[in-house]
């Protein structure tokens, strides 16, 4: 008889460190505690994590939805791409953002603990282009998971 072993699901308390990840997806409008009324929009990161494990590692960054010089969205991006924008994708006036959904970058994680809450809030620390902090890419997660096998 074959058993799965459900996965750990999406566990966004990841370990201090530096993680290359893909971005998995992009919300707007999210649930926001801290931002003003806004538009916002949510980058939420699939980690590769180095050692085996069931959970799926996510990191996440909510951002005002401005692409203004000096916005927090787009000094995010800069990071990420390593330079500003070209005047051609300046001049066009719009960037497409879920054209990034499937690439990947290099992450630094932080943690702030609060004695308010169990677990500490995780921080992108700071965004690289893939392949500026790690070296090594592991697969994430759920490429490696797979079905176990037991005998009852």
Not at 38 to 51: C, G, N, S, T, W
Not at 69 to 74: A, D, P, V, W
Not at 90 to 98: K, M, N, P, V, W
Not at 115 to 136: C, D, M, N
Request: charged residues 30%; proline residues 6%.
């Amino acid at each position: 008889m074959k058993l799965t072993i459900p996965n750990g699901g999406e566990c966004f308390d990841v370990p201090e460190g530096q993680y290359r990840a893909t971005l998995l997806r992009i919300a707007d409008r999210p649930k926001s505690f801290t931002k003003e009324a806004e538009d916002q929009v949510r980058l939420v990161f699939a980690i590769h994590y180095p050692i085996p494990t069931r959970k799926e590692y996510r990191a996440g960054i909510t951002c005002t939805a401005s692409l203004e010089e000096g916005s927090e969205l787009r000094e995010f991006l800069r990071g990420w791409r390593g330079a500003d924008f070209s005047e051609e994708e300046l001049e066009s006036g719009t960037i497409d953002l879920d054209a990034l959904v499937g690439q990947q970058a290099d992450l630094e994680l932080v943690h702030f603990k609060n004695k308010r809450f169990k677990k500490p809030y995780v921080h992108i620390q700071s965004i690289h282009p893939a392949g500026t902090l790690v070296k090594e890419m592991p697969e994430p997660a759920e490429q490696r998971r797979g079905t176990v096998h037991a005998e009852l």
